[in-house]
Protein backbone atom coordinates (compact mmCIF):
# COMPACT_ATOMS: atom_id res chain seq x y z
CA UNK A 1 0.00 0.00 0.00
CA UNK A 2 2.72 2.52 0.87
CA UNK A 3 4.97 1.84 -2.08
CA UNK A 4 1.46 2.31 -3.97
CA UNK A 5 1.06 5.22 -2.89
CA UNK A 6 4.28 6.37 -3.29
CA UNK A 7 4.43 5.94 -6.69
CA UNK A 8 1.13 7.70 -7.04
CA UNK A 9 2.40 10.69 -5.43
CA UNK A 10 5.63 10.75 -7.93
CA UNK A 11 3.16 10.16 -11.10
CA UNK A 12 1.24 13.03 -9.59
CA UNK A 13 4.47 15.31 -9.06
CA UNK A 14 6.04 14.37 -11.85
CA UNK A 15 7.57 17.40 -13.78
CA UNK A 16 10.23 16.74 -16.61
CA UNK A 17 13.92 17.36 -15.37
CA UNK A 18 17.08 17.10 -16.53
CA UNK A 19 19.80 15.39 -14.94
CA UNK A 20 23.01 13.92 -16.07
CA UNK A 21 22.95 11.34 -13.23
CA UNK A 22 22.07 7.98 -13.47
CA UNK A 23 17.99 7.11 -12.04
CA UNK A 24 17.21 6.73 -9.13
CA UNK A 25 16.13 3.30 -8.36
CA UNK A 26 12.89 2.71 -9.01
CA UNK A 27 12.35 5.57 -11.60
CA UNK A 28 11.91 4.84 -15.61
CA UNK A 29 13.93 7.23 -17.59
CA UNK A 30 12.23 8.86 -20.49
CA UNK A 31 13.29 10.06 -23.69
CA UNK A 32 13.58 14.01 -24.21
CA UNK A 33 10.09 16.09 -25.58
CA UNK A 34 9.67 16.18 -29.05
CA UNK A 35 7.15 19.21 -29.08
CA UNK A 36 4.98 16.99 -31.48
CA UNK A 37 7.47 18.52 -34.72
CA UNK A 38 11.19 17.61 -35.72
CA UNK A 39 13.46 20.30 -36.78
CA UNK A 40 13.91 20.52 -41.19
CA UNK A 41 17.80 20.65 -40.54
CA UNK A 42 17.61 17.48 -38.38
CA UNK A 43 16.05 13.72 -38.08
CA UNK A 44 16.45 13.64 -34.40
CA UNK A 45 13.49 15.21 -32.20
CA UNK A 46 13.62 18.34 -30.74
CA UNK A 47 15.98 19.38 -27.57
CA UNK A 48 17.61 15.75 -28.09
CA UNK A 49 20.73 15.92 -25.99
CA UNK A 50 22.84 12.92 -24.23
CA UNK A 51 21.65 14.30 -20.89
CA UNK A 52 18.56 12.32 -19.88
CA UNK A 53 15.44 13.95 -19.01
CA UNK A 54 13.58 12.64 -15.78
CA UNK A 55 10.59 12.83 -13.86
CA UNK A 56 12.05 13.30 -10.42
CA UNK A 57 11.27 14.41 -6.55
CA UNK A 58 11.27 18.15 -6.40
CA UNK A 59 14.30 17.46 -3.27
CA UNK A 60 18.23 17.98 -4.34
CA UNK A 61 17.56 19.45 -7.25
CA UNK A 62 19.25 22.09 -9.37
CA UNK A 63 18.64 22.58 -13.44
CA UNK A 64 21.96 21.70 -15.73
CA UNK A 65 20.04 23.04 -18.94
CA UNK A 66 17.10 24.51 -20.25
CA UNK A 67 14.72 23.16 -23.29
CA UNK A 68 13.27 26.05 -25.38
CA UNK A 69 10.20 25.11 -27.31
CA UNK A 70 10.38 27.72 -29.65
CA UNK A 71 7.97 27.67 -32.67
CA UNK A 72 6.20 24.23 -33.10
CA UNK A 73 5.53 23.40 -36.82
CA UNK A 74 5.73 21.59 -39.44
CA UNK A 75 9.20 21.43 -41.19
CA UNK A 76 8.42 23.23 -44.67
CA UNK A 77 6.84 26.08 -42.22
CA UNK A 78 9.90 26.28 -39.77
CA UNK A 79 12.13 26.50 -43.18
CA UNK A 80 9.52 29.75 -43.80
CA UNK A 81 10.31 30.64 -40.87
CA UNK A 82 13.90 30.29 -40.84
CA UNK A 83 15.08 32.33 -44.34
CA UNK A 84 12.22 35.41 -43.16
CA UNK A 85 14.03 35.75 -39.74
CA UNK A 86 17.34 35.42 -41.36
CA UNK A 87 17.14 38.11 -43.80
CA UNK A 88 15.06 40.25 -41.61
CA UNK A 89 18.84 39.92 -39.55
CA UNK A 90 20.87 40.23 -42.04
CA UNK A 91 18.78 43.41 -42.63
CA UNK A 92 19.04 44.53 -39.26
CA UNK A 93 22.76 43.79 -39.09
CA UNK A 94 23.71 45.86 -42.53
CA UNK A 95 21.44 48.42 -42.25
CA UNK A 96 22.24 49.89 -39.10
CA UNK A 97 25.99 48.76 -39.42
CA UNK A 98 25.34 51.74 -42.44
CA UNK A 99 23.91 54.49 -39.95
CA UNK A 100 26.91 53.86 -38.06
CA UNK A 101 28.94 54.29 -40.57
CA UNK A 102 27.92 56.88 -42.42
CA UNK A 103 27.16 58.98 -39.13
CA UNK A 104 30.86 58.44 -38.14
CA UNK A 105 32.19 59.65 -41.55
CA UNK A 106 30.13 62.04 -42.92
CA UNK A 107 31.06 65.63 -42.06
CA UNK A 108 27.29 66.40 -42.28
CA UNK A 109 26.14 63.99 -39.54
CA UNK A 110 28.44 65.50 -36.94
CA UNK A 111 25.34 67.05 -34.95
CA UNK A 112 23.88 65.49 -31.14
CA UNK A 113 20.90 63.84 -33.45
CA UNK A 114 22.86 61.88 -35.40
CA UNK A 115 25.24 60.57 -32.13
CA UNK A 116 22.20 59.64 -30.24
CA UNK A 117 21.07 57.18 -33.63
CA UNK A 118 24.26 56.29 -33.80
CA UNK A 119 24.34 54.94 -30.24
CA UNK A 120 20.60 53.80 -30.80
CA UNK A 121 22.02 51.67 -33.70
CA UNK A 122 24.67 49.83 -31.66
CA UNK A 123 21.72 49.21 -29.39
CA UNK A 124 20.08 47.94 -31.73
CA UNK A 125 22.36 45.64 -33.55
CA UNK A 126 22.78 43.66 -30.43
CA UNK A 127 19.87 43.50 -29.11
CA UNK A 128 18.76 41.14 -32.30
CA UNK A 129 22.00 39.24 -31.89
CA UNK A 130 21.02 38.29 -28.33
CA UNK A 131 17.95 35.67 -29.43
CA UNK A 132 18.08 35.20 -33.02
CA UNK A 133 21.24 33.47 -33.58
CA UNK A 134 20.13 30.77 -31.13
CA UNK A 135 16.98 30.96 -33.01
CA UNK A 136 18.80 30.08 -36.04
CA UNK A 137 20.55 27.99 -34.86
CA UNK A 138 17.86 26.25 -33.79
CA UNK A 139 15.71 25.69 -36.79
CA UNK A 140 19.09 24.34 -38.56
CA UNK A 141 20.18 22.14 -36.17
CA UNK A 142 17.25 20.86 -34.14
CA UNK A 143 18.99 21.60 -30.67
CA UNK A 144 16.88 23.85 -28.55
CA UNK A 145 19.32 23.22 -25.17
CA UNK A 146 20.54 25.97 -23.69
CA UNK A 147 22.99 25.67 -20.13
CA UNK A 148 21.56 27.31 -17.37
CA UNK A 149 24.16 29.98 -17.10
CA UNK A 150 23.42 30.56 -20.97
CA UNK A 151 19.49 31.23 -20.49
CA UNK A 152 20.51 33.48 -17.47
CA UNK A 153 23.35 35.66 -19.67
CA UNK A 154 20.78 36.04 -22.24
CA UNK A 155 18.23 37.32 -20.27
CA UNK A 156 20.15 39.57 -18.53
CA UNK A 157 21.51 41.15 -21.76
CA UNK A 158 18.27 41.10 -23.56
CA UNK A 159 16.86 43.28 -21.08
CA UNK A 160 19.82 45.13 -20.40
CA UNK A 161 20.02 46.44 -23.96
CA UNK A 162 16.11 46.65 -23.94
CA UNK A 163 16.20 48.84 -21.02
CA UNK A 164 19.18 51.05 -23.10
CA UNK A 165 17.04 51.09 -25.51
CA UNK A 166 14.12 52.92 -23.84
CA UNK A 167 16.35 55.35 -21.81
CA UNK A 168 18.10 56.22 -25.38
CA UNK A 169 14.63 56.86 -26.64
CA UNK A 170 13.94 59.27 -24.21
CA UNK A 171 17.34 61.15 -24.26
CA UNK A 172 16.33 61.45 -28.50
CA UNK A 173 13.30 62.83 -27.35
CA UNK A 174 15.13 65.44 -25.30
CA UNK A 175 17.73 66.35 -27.92
CA UNK A 176 14.66 67.06 -30.32
CA UNK A 177 13.14 69.11 -27.84
CA UNK A 178 16.04 71.61 -27.44
CA UNK A 179 16.64 71.53 -30.81
CA UNK A 180 13.20 72.78 -31.90
CA UNK A 181 12.36 74.92 -28.53
CA UNK A 182 15.60 76.48 -27.78
CA UNK A 183 17.06 76.63 -31.34
CA UNK A 184 19.57 79.15 -30.12
CA UNK A 185 20.64 77.40 -27.04
CA UNK A 186 20.71 74.11 -28.09
CA UNK A 187 24.61 74.12 -29.23
CA UNK A 188 26.41 75.26 -25.72
CA UNK A 189 23.24 72.99 -24.34
CA UNK A 190 24.09 69.75 -26.53
CA UNK A 191 27.81 69.77 -26.12
CA UNK A 192 29.97 66.67 -26.78
CA UNK A 193 30.47 65.91 -23.23
CA UNK A 194 27.15 66.53 -21.75
CA UNK A 195 25.89 64.28 -25.04
CA UNK A 196 28.53 61.38 -23.87
CA UNK A 197 27.54 62.16 -20.91
CA UNK A 198 24.02 61.33 -21.22
CA UNK A 199 24.67 57.89 -23.20
CA UNK A 200 27.00 56.35 -20.53
CA UNK A 201 23.66 57.25 -17.84
CA UNK A 202 21.78 55.56 -19.97
CA UNK A 203 24.02 52.62 -20.16
CA UNK A 204 24.36 52.64 -16.06
CA UNK A 205 21.39 53.35 -15.04
CA UNK A 206 20.01 49.93 -17.45
CA UNK A 207 22.91 48.20 -16.08
CA UNK A 208 21.82 48.30 -12.37
CA UNK A 209 18.12 48.37 -12.70
CA UNK A 210 18.17 44.78 -14.77
CA UNK A 211 20.69 43.76 -12.11
CA UNK A 212 18.77 43.56 -9.06
CA UNK A 213 16.02 41.46 -10.82
CA UNK A 214 18.65 39.16 -12.52
CA UNK A 215 20.25 37.96 -9.49
CA UNK A 216 16.59 37.28 -7.79
CA UNK A 217 15.54 35.40 -10.84
CA UNK A 218 18.61 33.04 -10.61
CA UNK A 219 18.46 32.04 -6.88
CA UNK A 220 14.74 30.76 -7.56
CA UNK A 221 14.53 26.35 -7.70
CA UNK A 222 13.61 25.62 -10.92
CA UNK A 223 12.26 22.35 -9.88
CA UNK A 224 8.62 22.48 -11.73
CA UNK A 225 10.27 22.06 -15.41
CA UNK A 226 13.27 22.86 -17.67
CA UNK A 227 11.02 23.29 -20.43
CA UNK A 228 10.73 27.35 -21.64
CA UNK A 229 7.62 27.65 -23.79
CA UNK A 230 9.44 30.41 -25.61
CA UNK A 231 12.20 30.95 -28.29
CA UNK A 232 15.05 32.41 -25.71
CA UNK A 233 14.90 33.29 -21.89
CA UNK A 234 12.26 34.94 -21.28
CA UNK A 235 11.72 36.13 -17.82
CA UNK A 236 8.60 35.65 -17.22
CA UNK A 237 8.49 31.37 -18.17
CA UNK A 238 11.52 31.43 -16.35
CA UNK A 239 9.68 33.22 -13.51
CA UNK A 240 6.67 30.34 -14.26
CA UNK A 241 9.03 27.27 -13.84
CA UNK A 242 10.09 27.98 -10.22
CA UNK A 243 8.42 26.08 -7.41
CA UNK A 244 9.31 28.55 -4.84
CA UNK A 245 6.91 31.57 -4.33
CA UNK A 246 7.68 34.40 -7.07
CA UNK A 247 4.98 36.64 -6.28
CA UNK A 248 7.97 39.02 -4.92
CA UNK A 249 10.32 38.45 -7.73
CA UNK A 250 7.20 39.60 -9.99
CA UNK A 251 6.02 42.56 -8.52
CA UNK A 252 9.30 43.88 -7.76
CA UNK A 253 9.57 42.81 -11.94
CA UNK A 254 6.96 44.78 -12.66
CA UNK A 255 7.40 47.60 -10.57
CA UNK A 256 10.62 48.57 -11.92
CA UNK A 257 9.74 47.61 -15.40
CA UNK A 258 6.31 49.71 -15.23
CA UNK A 259 9.08 52.76 -14.12
CA UNK A 260 11.76 52.33 -16.56
CA UNK A 261 9.23 52.07 -19.55
CA UNK A 262 6.91 54.21 -18.76
CA UNK A 263 8.76 56.60 -17.23
CA UNK A 264 10.69 57.29 -20.09
CA UNK A 265 7.62 57.18 -22.36
CA UNK A 266 6.41 59.74 -19.75
CA UNK A 267 9.75 62.43 -20.94
CA UNK A 268 9.06 60.87 -24.58
CA UNK A 269 5.49 62.09 -24.62
CA UNK A 270 6.04 65.43 -22.83
CA UNK A 271 9.07 66.11 -24.86
CA UNK A 272 6.91 65.79 -28.26
CA UNK A 273 3.56 67.91 -26.77
CA UNK A 274 6.53 70.66 -26.23
CA UNK A 275 7.83 70.32 -29.65
CA UNK A 276 4.04 70.01 -31.00
CA UNK A 277 3.69 73.59 -29.08
CA UNK A 278 6.53 74.78 -30.32
CA UNK A 279 6.10 74.15 -34.14
CA UNK A 280 2.47 75.57 -34.61
CA UNK A 281 4.26 78.86 -33.37
CA UNK A 282 5.95 78.65 -36.80
CA UNK A 283 4.82 81.19 -38.92
CA UNK A 284 5.60 79.79 -41.91
CA UNK A 285 4.70 76.36 -43.28
CA UNK A 286 8.05 75.31 -44.62
CA UNK A 287 9.08 75.80 -41.27
CA UNK A 288 6.47 73.61 -39.81
CA UNK A 289 6.56 71.06 -42.12
CA UNK A 290 10.55 70.71 -41.78
CA UNK A 291 10.44 70.57 -37.89
CA UNK A 292 7.59 67.70 -38.19
CA UNK A 293 9.53 65.77 -40.76
CA UNK A 294 12.82 65.79 -38.30
CA UNK A 295 10.43 64.51 -35.46
CA UNK A 296 8.47 61.74 -37.34
CA UNK A 297 10.83 58.93 -37.71
CA UNK A 298 11.36 59.37 -34.34
CA UNK A 299 7.98 59.46 -33.14
CA UNK A 300 7.36 56.11 -35.65
CA UNK A 301 10.07 54.41 -33.63
CA UNK A 302 9.09 55.51 -30.28
CA UNK A 303 5.43 53.92 -31.22
CA UNK A 304 6.35 50.52 -32.10
CA UNK A 305 8.84 49.84 -29.89
CA UNK A 306 7.04 51.34 -26.56
CA UNK A 307 4.23 49.94 -27.97
CA UNK A 308 5.11 46.27 -27.99
CA UNK A 309 6.88 46.29 -25.22
CA UNK A 310 4.13 47.99 -22.66
CA UNK A 311 1.93 44.63 -24.02
CA UNK A 312 4.85 42.39 -22.97
CA UNK A 313 5.83 43.66 -19.68
CA UNK A 314 3.96 46.18 -18.15
CA UNK A 315 1.06 43.76 -16.81
CA UNK A 316 0.46 40.80 -14.37
CA UNK A 317 1.92 37.80 -14.77
CA UNK A 318 -1.44 36.20 -14.34
CA UNK A 319 -2.30 37.98 -17.57
CA UNK A 320 0.31 36.43 -19.44
CA UNK A 321 -0.20 34.24 -22.76
CA UNK A 322 2.80 32.34 -24.25
CA UNK A 323 1.32 31.65 -28.04
CA UNK A 324 1.04 35.74 -28.34
CA UNK A 325 3.91 36.62 -26.01
CA UNK A 326 6.28 34.41 -28.31
CA UNK A 327 4.92 36.38 -31.64
CA UNK A 328 4.97 39.79 -30.02
CA UNK A 329 8.56 39.13 -29.17
CA UNK A 330 9.54 37.92 -32.32
CA UNK A 331 7.98 41.30 -33.72
CA UNK A 332 10.70 43.14 -31.30
CA UNK A 333 13.66 41.19 -31.70
CA UNK A 334 13.65 40.50 -35.76
CA UNK A 335 10.80 42.93 -37.47
CA UNK A 336 11.26 45.83 -35.57
CA UNK A 337 15.24 46.40 -35.66
CA UNK A 338 15.35 45.86 -38.97
CA UNK A 339 12.75 48.59 -39.81
CA UNK A 340 14.52 51.20 -37.83
CA UNK A 341 16.97 52.09 -40.63
CA UNK A 342 14.06 52.53 -43.28
CA UNK A 343 12.18 54.35 -40.80
CA UNK A 344 14.91 56.99 -40.10
CA UNK A 345 17.35 57.36 -43.60
CA UNK A 346 14.30 57.52 -45.57
CA UNK A 347 12.19 60.70 -43.59
CA UNK A 348 16.05 62.46 -43.07
CA UNK A 349 17.24 64.19 -46.41
CA UNK A 350 20.64 64.83 -45.09
CA UNK A 351 21.23 60.84 -44.27
CA UNK A 352 19.69 59.72 -48.35
CA UNK A 353 22.24 62.99 -49.65
CA UNK A 354 25.14 61.16 -47.63
CA UNK A 355 24.46 57.77 -48.70
CA UNK A 356 23.73 59.05 -52.34
CA UNK A 357 26.92 60.45 -52.33
CA UNK A 358 29.17 57.68 -50.74
CA UNK A 359 27.24 55.06 -53.11
CA UNK A 360 28.81 57.37 -56.15
CA UNK A 361 32.10 57.79 -54.60
CA UNK A 362 32.08 53.55 -53.79
CA UNK A 363 30.73 53.18 -57.58
CA UNK A 364 33.54 56.05 -58.90
CA UNK A 365 36.50 54.17 -57.31
CA UNK A 366 34.95 50.40 -58.42
CA UNK A 367 35.29 51.68 -62.18
CA UNK A 368 38.25 53.36 -61.57
CA UNK A 369 39.31 49.93 -61.01
CA UNK A 370 37.70 47.83 -63.60
CA UNK A 371 39.71 50.64 -65.93
CA UNK A 372 43.20 50.06 -64.68
CA UNK A 373 42.68 46.19 -64.47
CA UNK A 374 41.45 46.85 -68.04
CA UNK A 375 44.85 48.64 -69.11
CA UNK A 376 47.27 46.03 -67.09
CA UNK A 377 45.49 42.88 -68.66
CA UNK A 378 45.50 44.62 -72.58
CA UNK A 379 49.21 45.42 -71.80
CA UNK A 380 49.90 41.66 -70.70
CA UNK A 381 48.61 40.68 -73.75
CA UNK A 382 50.66 43.31 -75.90
CA UNK A 383 53.26 41.91 -75.14
Not at 119 to 127: K, Q, T
Not at 235 to 262: F, K, M, Q, S
Amino acid sequence: MGDERGASTDKHHSPWHLTSHRPHQGMVSEGPPTFGYKSFGSSLPLGRSSSTLLPMSHSNYSVQEFFLVGFPMAPSAQLLLFFLVLVNYLITLSGNGVIICITLSDYRLQSPMYFFLRNFSFVEIWFTTVTVPKLLAGFLTGSRSITFVGCMAQCYFYFLLGATEFLLLGVMSFDRYQAVCNPLRYPALMTGNFCLKLVCGSWVAAFFTILGPLIMVTGLSYCNSNIINHFFCDRTPLVNLACTDTEWVENINLVLAGVLILGSLVLTVISYCLITLAVLWIPSAQGRRKAFSTCASHMMVVTIVYGSHIFMHVRTPHTYTERVDKVVALMTSVVAPSLNPFIYTLRNEKVKEALREAAQKRGLFCTNEIKEAKTDFLRIVMR
